[in-house]
């Protein structure tokens, strides 16, 4: 099946510093969705984007889908510590969402 | 909008009984809800694919008579892990998809099934 490779695994960074994350897929995606989950709760839809080299804004979050197809990346823009939690990218080819390959997930701590 | 509940939110049970987990969504209708399971420090695994009115598609490898899924409503899909075994404790969490606009799939906040 398809594969997503999500990195960094984990961040530690300080309070007010911009974050990077990004996925790769060894093949081709049609939509491109972040995700972000607290401890003990499920994943909240952050960003979706559904065209090559679209690039989208929510509030301090930026996320790109790559001209490829085949990767996206996630800005955030002066951390806060609420941003702490687990981000995941999703993949999927087709409109079924329940088809979407989901990465590893990458582990935000902030200090404050 | 797009509120999705599970109920029981953590659940203690023992070896050998059955364990029923809902799976609401609240302000909008779901023709297809989403089961999955997430161990620690790992991604989601889809377990299957439950559309209202019918049966339910069980991703390869999961067990179709351990995991019983019913979507008898348009804002209701249950998950019953029945003869419940230490390793069926795990975190599941339900997604539903609306009947139109955004075909994204919006997740509850998960159930913490803990077999003893």
């Known amino acids: 099946g398809q594969q997503l490779n999500q990195s960094p695994q984990s961040m530690f960074i300080q309070e007010g510093e911009d974050v990077s994350m990004n996925c790769t897929s060894s093949?081709?995606?049609?939509?491109w969705l972040w995700y972000k989950q607290d401890p003990g709760e499920g994943p909240v839809l952050l960003i979706a984007?559904?065209?090559?080299?679209e690039l989208t804004s929510n509030g301090r979050l930026t996320a790109q889908f790559g001209i490829t197809r085949k990767d996206s990346f996630l800005n955030i823009s002066a951390s806060i510590p609420s941003d702490v939690g687990i981000y995941f990218c999703a993949g999927r080819l087709g409109t079924n969402a329940g088809k979407s390959t989901f990465g590893d997930g990458t582990t935000l701590t902030v200090k404050p | 909008g797009a509120v999705v509940s599970q109920h029981p939110s953590r659940v203690i049970c023992k070896s050998g009984t059955s364990v029923k987990i809902e799976c609401r969504s609240l302000?909008?209708?779901?023709?297809?809800m989403f089961w999955y399971r997430q161990f620690p420090k790992k991604s989601l695994m889809l377990m299957a694919t439950s559309n209202e009115g019918s049966k339910a598609t069980y991703e390869q490898g999961v067990e179709k008579d351990k995991f019983l899924i019913n979507h008898a409503s348009l804002t209701l899909s249950t998950l019953t892990v029945t003869s419940a075994h230490p390793e069926d404790s795990s975190f599941y969490i339900c997604s539903g998809t609306e009947t139109s606009g955004s075909y994204e799939q919006y997740f509850g906040p998960g159930t913490r099934l803990t077999v003893t």
């Open positions: 984007l559904y065209k090559a080299g």
């Open positions: 302000d909008f209708q779901a023709t297809t």
């Open positions: 093949s081709i995606f049609n939509t």
